[in-house]
């Protein structure tokens, strides 16, 4: 079983940056795909972002490519999201959540994550 906890949201003006960071402890975190998504007020959760086991390629949606960079670091198990030149629209609870997968697959809907942590909240004002 894998824990998750994710940090670095907050309130920021439109046009600044945010760091989130997701640590996972439990299993080897070298094992498991991660991805980003978030959820806003009365909208569906959707992906945001996601980064494979060892081979670090990543993938983002189009409304934060760009602007978002997801990365990890395993030996520290944790992994980021760097926002840039964040939007009004980016306003939500952010969840980074892990599946292990299988190599070379990209998993970008939310059904397919095995465990979630507990959401950072990102605000961004006008």
């Known amino acids: 079983q894998v824990q998750l906890v994710e940090s670095g949201g907050g309130l920021v003006q439109a046009g600044g940056s945010l760091r989130l960071s997701c640590v996972a402890s439990?299993?080897?975190?070298?094992?498991?795909?991660v991805g980003w998504f978030r959820q806003a007020p009365g909208k569906e959760r959707e992906f945001v972002a996601s980064?494979?086991?060892?081979?670090?390629?990543?993938y983002y949606t189009d409304s934060v490519r760009g602007r978002f960079t997801i990365s990890r670091d395993n030996a520290k198990n944790t992994v980021y999201l760097q926002m840039n030149n964040l939007k009004v629209e980016d306003t939500a609870v952010y969840y980074c959540?892990?599946?292990?997968?299988?190599?070379?697959?990209?998993?970008?809907?939310?059904?397919?994550?095995?465990?979630w942590g507990q959401g950072t909240q990102v605000t961004v004002s006008s």
């Open positions: 980064i494979s086991r060892n081979e670090y390629s990543t």
């Open positions: 959540a892990v599946v292990l997968g299988s190599p070379g697959t990209y998993y970008s809907s939310d059904d397919e994550y095995e465990y």
């Open positions: 439990g299993r080897t975190f070298s094992e498991y795909y």
